[in-house]
């Protein structure tokens, strides 16, 4: 059997000795989307060093910078929670009159994307910055410990959104900004899993290439968040795409009517049972008990692969 | 009413879980919030209380958001709440200036951590004092309570919704990621026990036609409901009694904000609360708030052992300022000290109400530790060689 294998640069943008946990989700991605960002630059520009990094507050930006060290080998420059897209903003706009070659990859979690940082973000795309929006998206608030955010997953235990006898846990649909980001009729916007590396750092070496800004979303399971096994995120992560919890897609343009899928089934059915990737984590195992609301997640997938012009069974 | 957590009886428990027990006992039915360091636990716990006690607690999209809600449910007739720390603080300072300007009774809660910015998410301090008090643009006044204790937080969050309800203003829960972390031995009261104030509802439709007039004569309109068929207009414009915007008629302006500023100055007796501990003879004054007066109060102590005539004032509440109370002191003592965890700034109210009788010196600490009575005793002792 051939093995796949992009040419992945050996230059690391992200060092060893950050704090992270084991088996943590969003340290991969970071890993992963610096080296294709610099990919792309050397492409681009003839230089792998030609971007800087607009980080939000959230876990990578605490594990990453525990003084008196730093894991990154990029200008970094961390700012308060809602600002990263508005500051890579300021970055771009100045290089640009400076006449500096190069792109700002901007970082933030589900909660400073979603929540807080969502009007930077759209500020962000709507004036044509040329950025990347890189969200890592481990659905909470991980670095307060986690509470829920509008990236949450339905049914999810978090601590702001408990189960019990009055409470499902979150009980509201996740927020795809992907689909908000695109509506921005942005150059590129996809969504990615760790559970496919290959397919992460393509996109991600796409959104760096192409001229103004582009948004990626990244699933990146935390390991005490989800109260999974250390060793199992990227297993969970594959399962989400195969069990067809998490659409993998790409909108160039806004273009609705023209989304290119990646690993969806040709016939629609996706092979693995949603359980399967529920059973693994704690944060979902009171849903077991309550065989109507797995139903109400499946139906909630259903109508998310719908508005993306998919019907699709699930197990 | 069964409540959710044990009343009547002690309990062991952190500051932020006390400071929502509290609230709830208070009748707080609406919690407002947004995660942060090290105000979150506030907001855990009001997740799981508030269902169980036929309440809301609804997670907003940002602090901005968050004390909106707050204003939001506090018209719909809820006594509401929201908590956070400096950088949320610093964006609910536009709304809380309109809460000001509305009279929106509602406590707000700092659990202080050291700033500026992001700055030491985990660690005290006492920073936001001014910002706390001044910190939202133009004049106005408003409350500020701070507390040193876990019991403290418990007891504070029930008068902060207490002055609250009776003044129609903000009020604001200054204290520390140390009280509101640390564990303590707590006695929750029994409802029976409390004295809960509610806000003054207008008694007919000709009253309700006057939310923001002082037509009972003491300063404080009565507020009617959204949903109760009032007409009722809001704006953190210039308004009139009747809450139309008068922008340009200075007289309106100036009758309207000297009354939100009066209402809190006039009741300064009422509000204002303070602890003293050998102000009798103290040559030596200590003046500080929250929880670096635990290690002051221990200074004294140790002082007075070794024969200096050493005092503290703790102040409870830092808003209204009791300057009349520092110039007694002042009057008395030979000389004030101020500890307080930052680089000073209690330490220029304390010099404004000493009014140069007596020098003022500063003890401050930065960078997330609570002075050692050792450092205080020290300073102090160094001055007196």
Wanted: include cysteine.
């Amino acid at each position: 059997m051939a093995i796949r294998k992009p040419p992945i640069t050996t230059r690391e943008y992200w060092a060893p000795g950050h704090a992270a946990c084991a088996g943590c989700g969003p340290a991969i991605v970071m890993k992963l989307a610096t080296k294709a960002f610099s990919e792309a630059m050397e492409e681009k520009y003839g230089d792998p060093n030609a971007f800087a990094i607009a980080h939000a507050t959230g876990c990578m930006e605490v594990v990453s910078a525990v003084f008196p060290y730093t894991a990154w080998k990029a200008p970094w420059i961390h700012v308060a929670f809602e600002n990263a897209a508005a500051a890579a903003s300021g970055v771009e706009a100045a290089w640009k009159k400076l006449g500096r070659k190069g792109k700002i990859l901007a970082i933030g979690g589900d909660g400073g994307t979603a929540d807080i940082g969502l009007q930077a973000l759209s500020g962000m795309l709507e004036r044509r910055h040329n950025v990347v929006y890189l969200m890592y998206d481990n659905e909470a608030y991980m670095n307060t410990g986690i509470q829920r955010s509008s990236s949450t997953p339905y049914g999810a235990w978090t601590t702001t959104s408990p189960p019990g006898k009055y409470s499902i846990g979150e009980d509201k649909p996740k927020k795809w900004v992907a689909l908000i980001a695109a509506a921005h009729q942005a150059p590129y916007v996809a969504t990615a899993s760790i559970g496919d590396p290959y397919d992460f750092y393509r996109k991600m070496k796409k959104a760096a290439s192409v001229d103004g800004p582009a948004f990626v979303q990244v699933l990146a399971p935390c390991v005490p968040g989800w109260r999974i096994p250390s060793e199992k995120t990227v297993e969970i992560a594959r399962l989400a795409i195969e069990s067809g919890l998490w659409p993998l897609f790409e909108i160039e343009n806004g273009d609705f009517y023209n989304i290119k899928f990646q690993r969806f089934p040709k016939d629609g059915k996706f092979k693995k049972p949603i359980e399967d990737y529920l059973k693994i984590q704690g944060r979902f195992k009171h849903l077991f008990k309550r065989p109507e609301a797995i139903q109400e997640l499946k139906n909630q997938i259903k109508e998310v692969w719908r508005i993306l012009g998919k019907e699709v069974e699930l197990l | 009413m069964r409540y959710p957590f044990p009343v009547g009886t002690v309990d062991f428990i952190q500051g932020d879980e006390a400071i929502a027990r509290a609230a709830i006992l208070a009748g707080c039915r609406f919690y407002a919030g947004y995660p942060i360091t090290p105000a979150s636990e506030i907001f855990e716990a009001m997740s799981i209380y508030m269902p169980l006690v036929d309440g809301v607690s609804i997670q907003m999209e940002d602090e901005i958001g968050s004390i909106a809600a707050v204003v939001g449910a506090s018209w719909a007739g809820a006594k509401s709440m929201t908590a956070t720390s400096g950088p949320g603080f610093s964006l609910m300072m536009e709304n809380l200036g309109y809460a000001i300007m509305t009279e929106t009774p509602l406590v707000l809660v700092n659990v202080q951590r050291s700033g500026p910015s992001t700055g030491q998410p985990t660690l005290a301090a006492q920073g936001d004092l001014m910002q706390a008090i001044w910190g939202t643009h133009g004049d106005h006044s408003l409350i500020v309570l701070a507390p040193a204790t876990v019991q403290e937080a418990f007891d504070m969050t029930i008068k902060a919704f207490n002055l609250a309800e009776k003044y129609r203003t903000p009020v604001i829960l200054l204290t520390d990621a140390e009280v509101g972390h640390m564990r303590e031995r707590v006695y929750a009261p029994h409802p029976d026990e409390l004295e809960l104030i509610y806000r003054k509802l207008p008694a007919n439709e000709e009253e309700a036609k006057y939310p923001f007039g002082d037509i009972h004569g003491d300063l404080v309109p009565p507020m009617p409901v959204f949903g109760k068929g009032h007409h009722t207009y809001v704006t953190g414009l210039t308004h009139d009694e009747k809450g139309r915007p008068k922008t340009v008629e200075s007289e309106i302006h100036e009758k309207l904000l000297k009354r939100i500023v009066e209402k809190i100055e006039k009741n300064k007796k009422d509000i204002v609360d303070y602890e003293g501990y050998g102000l009798e003879d103290a040559e030596i004054v200590i003046i500080g708030f929250g929880i670096v007066t635990r290690s002051a109060m221990r200074a004294v102590k140790e002082l007075r052992k070794k024969g200096i005539k050493a005092g503290l004032l703790k102040l409870n509440v830092l808003w209204p300022f009791d300057f009349e109370l520092i110039e007694r002191i002042a009057e008395k003592a030979g000389k004030i000290y101020v500890v307080e965890m930052n680089l000073g700034q209690l330490y220029h109210m304390v010099k404004e109400g000493a009014n140069g009788k007596v020098p003022v010196e500063l003890i401050p600490k930065i960078g997330g530790e609570i002075h050692t009575p050792k450092e205080i005793i020290e300073r102090i002792k160094d001055n007196l060689r």
